[in-house]
């Protein structure tokens, strides 16, 4: 059986489980629905964006 890439997972109840727990979107308080993404994923993407853009700022110096 095939697994379907489209089920997002939920970070927070997923955290020590050792499981990945399938999202509850709209009825989550977390999920932005506009984008259809978990504002924790929304957070740690542009985090990663920001480290990336610093680290290419040292690296040209």
Known sequence: ????KDIPFCPVLSIGTGIDMVCTQDRCSWYIPSVKKCSMYIIAYNEMLAANSKQAAKKKK
Not at 1 to 4: I, L, N, R, S, T
């Open 1 to 4: 059986m095939a697994v379907k």
